[in-house]
């Protein structure tokens, strides 16, 4: 089993930066594709970036390309979102995911593990 656990989220004004973080434990995830999703109130859950075990493969939804970056430490367990330029659309809560095959993948039911989501408020 893999435990995910996000933090870094919080309160930014439009224009703002923050950065994201989640943290794994259970196993190492350095096999695992991970991607980061985002549900904003009354809205299912969408896609925001994926990277692939090695960092080889990137893939962003058009929403975010440009300002988020996504990148992973293996020898931290760690996945981390960059985000850069947020606006008010923005706000959701962000989660973090893991699926155990190779690829990257912006189809939510095909990870297996996910973390229990910190809250990004941007601010007008």
């Known amino acids: 089993q893999v435990q995910l656990v996000e933090s870094g989220g919080g309160l930014v004004q439009a224009g703002g930066s923050l950065r994201l973080s989640c943290a794994a434990s259970?196993?190492?995830?350095?096999?695992?594709?991970m991607g980061w999703f985002r549900q904003h109130e009354g809205k299912e859950r969408e896609f925001v970036a994926a990277i692939s075990w090695s960092s080889g493969n990137i893939y962003y939804a058009d929403s975010v390309k440009g300002r988020f970056t996504i990148s992973r430490d293996n020898a931290k367990n760690t996945v981390y979102l960059q985000m850069y330029s947020l606006k008010p659309e923005d706000t959701a809560v962000y989660y973090c995911?893991?699926?155990?095959?190779?690829?990257?993948?912006?189809?939510?039911?095909?990870?297996?593990?996910w973390g229990q989501g910190t809250q990004v408020t941007v601010s007008s």
């Open positions: 259970g196993r190492t995830i350095n096999t695992y594709a």
């Open positions: 995911a893991a699926d155990r095959s190779f690829g990257v993948s912006d189809y939510a039911p095909g990870y297996d593990y």
